[in-house]
């Protein structure tokens, strides 16, 4: 079954809009809907079956059953093979995904068939691979009054998992949760953002067609609060909940996943620092720069809102990076050479452009963008913003502070190694930085002293899947990538043999 057409999601208007429903013990169910529209256009692509309290407790039912039957007593060895199965069915509905994601998004189809939809297959088959290889702990003991006994560990699953993602990167994000939970042996209900439902429905149809047993994969769709999101994290059948998205957000789960004692994984908001040394290689820095606050339309986690620039290249870069933000072509999603992108919704961007105009008021220079670009077409009724470049706010403004999630950065100048560490530490979050130097000694002494989950040096978003992943202060609590997710997905039990 295909659910809608994909040349209607691709930021070409037309056609009827499609139904995406929830996913429940291997069924497609309906439910009041609401419709989806295009970042693009700001026309309806679709209308989505929101759950309802009935629904999410169907789902958790049927997720908790999944336990109970053959998913329940296969060797991790025979779950690998499960999830290979469904990333060669990702790759084999690849077209469809890519439709998917550029239609709920409107970001470009190069990016989608580069980045979001390869790493769901990869994601798969990255977890298949680490779970088949994965080893326990054992111990040989012997104690003084001459007792012996092997001591060794059994990965179980923690039970139903309550995957909760944003819009951002939709089945990227979503697939990095799914994999290793299922990989574990867990089953699943998972609630993609009301903003994003078309690929996580697409998956649903995956998960069937590569024979993963009915409700081991369900999916809800919905809001957050007195929605499929705050029934699911108050749902007493749920054992663990792993979510990503705002820090605020997280804060109300914490709160919810206390009450009923659950265990939590959040990768949340980050205000990322990048530091650009004068030694660096410029050319990369202003590239690498172009990619680390725009990719996306600025709406990745791991961006860098905050620039900090060597004082004698501080000019140079500036003017660099201003020019580079004006060129970004537009264009429609479909076009190879589009790099811009709308935001994801009218009132993201009112967010947005909010901060445009408190930069201003609290002293901003706009070198580049801080507007609303204009099309003369059906592109007028997206949701665009100019990329942006700011300087000469000062360092606790709230638009150097405060996450905005646009493609917009604000540039400030420093003069020595440590304050350019201490600016990018003096931040509520810990996500990510980014450093340009070409001084191995500093490179590896912003490792060490930078407070972020991960510290890239001369890149930025260059992942390998079996890393530690997450973020320090408000960017996250714990850490999933490789044997790190299989530590949050899998309960330990020590058993202790007598060897007398
Ligand atoms: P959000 O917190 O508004 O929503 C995320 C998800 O939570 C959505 O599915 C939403 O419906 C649901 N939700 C909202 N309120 C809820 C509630 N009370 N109970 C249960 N569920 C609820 O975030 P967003 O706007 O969709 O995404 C952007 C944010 O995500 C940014 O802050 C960004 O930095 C963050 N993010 C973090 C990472 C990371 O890995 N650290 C990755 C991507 C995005």
Redesign the pocket.
């Known amino acids: 079954m295909t659910l809608w057409h994909p040349d209607l999601l691709v930021g070409r208007p037309g056609g009827s809009p499609g139904l995406l429903q929830n996913y429940v013990g291997g069924s497609f169910v309906g439910g009041k809907t609401f419709p989806k529209l295009s970042p693009v256009t700001g026309e309806t692509i679709a209308e989505v079956a929101e759950a309802d309290e009935a629904t999410v407790d169907a789902a958790v039912s049927a997720a908790r059953q999944a336990l109970n039957g053959p998913w329940g007593r296969m060797s991790e060895q025979e779950r690998a093979v499960v999830l290979r199965r469904v990333a060669d069915e990702l790759e084999r509905r690849f077209d469809d995904l890519v439709a998917a994601e550029v239609g709920d998004t409107g970001k470009s189809v190069s990016q989608a068939r580069t980045l979001d939809i390869p790493r769901g297959a990869a994601n798969f088959r990255a977890f298949a691979d680490i779970v088949a290889s994965a080893s326990t702990e054992s111990f040989s003991t012997s104690l003084p009054d001459g007792r012996r006994a092997l001591n060794y560990a059994v990965r179980k699953p923690v039970g139903v998992v309550a995957i909760?993602?944003?819009?951002?990167?939709p089945l990227l994000?979503l697939t990095w949760k799914v994999a290793p939970a299922l990989a574990c042996g867990n089953s699943v209900v998972v609630?993609?953002?009301?903003?994003t439902p078309s690929s996580a429905t697409v998956l649903a149809e995956v998960m069937a067609a590569a024979g993963v047993p009915e409700g081991v994969f369900n999916l809800v769709h919905?809001?957050?609060?007195s929605?499929a999101?705050?029934f699911?994290?108050r749902h007493p059948g749920v054992d663990a909940i792993t979510?990503?998205?705002?820090?605020?957000?997280?804060s109300?789960?914490a709160k919810?996943a206390a009450d009923g004692v659950k265990a939590v994984s959040f990768?949340?908001?980050?205000k990322n620092a990048g530091l650009i040394f004068a030694d660096a290689d410029l050319d990369a820095a202003v590239e690498g720069s172009v990619r680390s606050t725009f990719t996306n339309g600025g709406?990745?986690?791991?961006c860098t809102e905050r620039l900090y620039v060597e004082r004698s290249v501080y000019d140079e870069f500036c003017a660099r990076l201003a020019q580079r933000a004006t060129e970004l072509p537009y264009g429609w999603p479909a076009d190879e050479s589009t790099a811009n992108m709308p935001l994801i919704s009218s009132q993201?961007r009112e967010k947005v452009l909010g901060y445009y105009d408190l930069a201003r008021a609290e002293g901003a220079t706009v070198l580049a963008g801080g507007g609303v670009p204009s099309f003369d077409d059906a592109r007028d009724g997206g949701w665009y913003v100019q990329p942006t470049v700011l300087t000469g706010l000062a360092a606790d403004a709230r638009t150097a502070t405060e996450?905005i999630?646009g493609p917009v950065c604000h540039i400030a100048p420093f003069d020595t190694e440590d304050e350019a560490f201490a600016l990018a530490n003096d931040s509520q979050y810990g996500?990510a930085a980014t450093v340009w130097t070409r001084d191995v000694g500093r490179a590896h002494r912003a490792g060490a002293r930078l407070d972020t989950g991960i510290v890239w040096v001369n890149t930025w978003f260059l992942r390998d899947l079996r890393t530690p992943?997450?973020?320090m202060k408000a960017?996250?609590v714990g850490r999933e990538g490789g044997t790190h997710s299989l530590a949050f997905y899998s309960e330990l039990t020590n058993v202790c043999v007598n060897l007398d």
């Not at 979510?243 to 997280?250: L, Q, Y």
């Not at 990768?267 to 980050?270: D, T």
């Not at 709406?299 to 791991?302: R, S, T």
């Open positions: 909760i993602v944003p819009w951002n990167l994000l609630k993609p953002s009301e903003e919905g809001f957050g609060p929605s999101g705050e699911l994290t979510f990503t998205g705002e820090s605020a957000t997280g109300t789960i919810a990768e949340l908001g980050g709406q990745v986690c791991l993201h996450e999630f996500l992943f997450g973020g960017s996250g």
